[in-house]
């Protein structure tokens, strides 16, 4: 394939004129398709269905250290919920709470009471003039929009393909008091899919922070969520590394079962030091009565443990699979040399990563939604919905079937062909 | 029986010596008896057992409005749970929002928003010099600990036969712009079970606030509690009236079905003005991915509507009702006519409120729990934990047997008057 680069003005605008009958073509079939959002498709909901069954009215709901489930009581989790959060999370289920169904709702918490509340004893983030958090970028937008509701400032830190940039890390951990918190994904990154290498990791546990209350916010939300079985990226266990370099408080790991069971019917929870964690109880303990144990229980009473979960996330990956490589099949086929645009083969987690030339993301969501295809929002995976390239495009490929996902990625690739060439011939 | 007050000193010191051989009787028994926290006993829970089973594998997990609640969406509840649980509040299904498994949650995280980011774009109340809650007691001591929590001042407000003493009420909220609030729980009110009279709740629909931000917490945590079915408080429907009196702001009403169906495992929900549920939603569109829709869609499936979980608390009340009256005939038999001590006798909810002497309530506590038999720490009804008279104590009967209640009372009443008795000869 010519690169585009490579191409005159005519055979530009003749590859134009091709491309813009297939698109008009595409436009008249009035599709509606979505690659917005990573939301598991209904086969994968499916392969939960059984949970439902595991605590019936004639179960025995008395959990293994003999609380009654369906009562108050047990603030921070049922034992056995912890033991397996814990292998999830590979720490010892002394530092684990299990929260309610959503570890967006944990971190967004744990941000709120350290507004008004301080981490650890130390000042109110409220009281600071200036409160900032580094943000790896492309990154997740749901993050971003909590610091950005708490009027905290964002500053971005770009990615490698080994983390993030960690030389701008420790620049500014190291040295600015003002930096409170950075947002990890560590593990197939969304929406790179990149799993931070374990010198990364290892600059991370070594960092030595201006402000006390800094904290790495491990959001480890992909932790098992593999797309092959013979082909894994291995991640650092993190909370282990910060404790052997002197650091056991610097950071709060989170994870969820929500891509693992039900978006919004799992468990999350927290992994941290004991200091930590009870400064996450003191705060807990008026907050709430406790979370839902019989949910927890379900849980483990259906995967009983992680051997369990493992063999359950491998029915996953067969079906997430083919559908990233759908889509991969389709840039490489009609994308690869063409010089417009570069992306990301994850070997995990929910998205793929597109990188437009600059200028263009924003042209191609809007090209794209013409033909019926939802994407992400252009800039969404940039603090403050401001990509400053205007480059970056995430693609989620898990809710659509492979069908219409075929059809999603001709969709994309003809836009990002004319948003790319009414840029050159501009 | 002869009042205390008129016995000579030889009597009582006569009393005291036939009550200490009593007490030291039971205190070799060894017992362990808990009327501390208003927690449903087994036998209440049994009830919706059956929950657990109208979601199974084969069932069709399709919300009315076409959603699949095993998944991602949905941020403010599904239609039929607005429907039910608005039924419950006595309000149409559009001034409802859903939330997660606890209603003190949702109390705790409106009070956080409100100090972060304040009421309807009024000033956050973390900017504030001060802030001030109107606090009924005796009351909910999770209320208060909210409340204090966040640093809030608290002031104490008398509760009458009626509800809060109006008065100070009006004359507070009606002029100190400080004033952001009052915890209410106006049905079966804990620990009283008193339900706030028609004019009490007019009283309130009617306030004219010094503060744009002020707002009613009521918390009806009762509201279908009965324990007689022909025998009901009814309590004025307060959103409606705060919208006839032209303040349809000034009020956020809480349920949860923590006491219908399962404590920690029910699901919460908030009922106010579309201007407040926008500022609920707001926040809750960066704290969460949504609530857990299949717990929601188990209670719709259970309850069907509101005439089946009316049916279902009448159960409730069959396995309550004789608890209350087991301690009420030994309080009535035991302590009635000596004078040292008054009592309520609520036609619903989870408590008895007792009143001893003044100087007696941390006394008669300590007694108690000598003997066996722990009780909710006195003062843990008035904010700080601090009863100026030292006279309040709370009675929960729902968790014990009723054998184990008949000898759980005669504990309390024998403590009441041994500290009683004391206090008088000192």
């Not at 530009?12 to 008009?24: D, F, G, M, P, V």
């Not at 891509?259 to 929870?269: I, L």
């Not at 295809?373 to 400053?388: C, H, R, S």
Request: proline share 4%; net charge negative.
């Amino acid at each position: 394939m010519k690169a585009y680069k490579d191409m005159s003005r005519e055979e530009l605008l003749s590859e134009k004129a091709s491309l813009e009958a297939q698109y008009e073509e595409v436009k008249t079939k009035g599709l509606k398709l979505d690659m917005s959002r990573g939301k598991p498709a209904t086969a994968q909901l499916e392969l939960s269905n059984g949970m439902m069954d595991v605590l019936s009215s004639q179960a025995d709901m008395t959990g293994e250290e003999g609380v009654d489930c369906r009562n108050y009581g047990v603030l921070d989790g049922i034992a056995e919920a912890k033991k397996l959060l814990g292998d999830m999370s590979e720490v010892s289920a002394d530092n684990m709470i299990i929260y309610g169904n959503s570890s967006l709702n944990v971190m967004f918490d744990t941000i709120s009471r350290s507004m008004t509340h301080g981490v650890c004893d130390n000042t109110p983030w409220c009281k600071l003039d200036k409160v900032k958090f580094l943000c790896p970028v492309p990154g997740y937008d749901r993050h971003f929009g909590i610091t950005e509701y708490f009027g905290i400032e964002m500053i971005n830190i770009p990615m490698l393909a080994t983390g993030p940039d960690m030389d701008m890390v420790e620049e500014y951990v190291n040295n600015d008091p003002a930096v409170k918190g950075i947002w990890c994904v560590p593990k197939y990154s969304n929406p790179q899919g990149i799993t931070y290498s374990e010198e990364t990791v290892l600059r991370f546990a070594h960092l030595n922070p201006a402000a006390d209350d800094f904290r790495i916010f491990w959001d480890n939300a992909y932790s098992i969520h593999h797309l092959y079985d013979d082909d894994q990226d291995f991640l650092l266990e993190i909370l282990n590394e910060c404790e052997k370099a002197g650091h056991p408080d610097m950071v709060y790991k989170f994870i969820s079962t929500s891509k693992v069971t039900f978006p919004g019917s799992g468990v999350a929870a927290v992994t941290a030091s004991k200091r930590n964690l009870e400064d996450f109880a003191k705060h807990m303990k008026t907050q709430t009565i406790g979370h839902d144990k019989l949910n927890q229980l379900r849980h483990v009473r259906f995967f009983k443990d992680m051997d369990h979960m493992r063999e359950h996330m491998r029915k996953h990956a067969d079906i997430l699979r083919p559908k990233f490589e759908a889509v991969l099949d389709v840039l490489d086929r009609e994308l690869g040399g063409l010089g417009i645009g570069s992306w990301t083969r994850p070997k995990g987690g929910y998205f793929i990563s597109f990188d437009a030339m600059e200028g263009c993301a924003k042209a191609i969501v809007a090209k794209a939604k013409e033909a019926g295809l939802v994407m992400t929002g252009a800039g969404a995976t940039f603090p403050y919905g401001i990509d400053p390239e205007d480059s970056n495009i995430r693609i989620a490929p898990s809710y659509p079937t492979p069908e219409e996902l075929a059809v999603a990625a001709e969709i994309f690739v003809l836009s990002v062909k004319l948003v790319s060439i009414d840029k050159m011939i501009a």
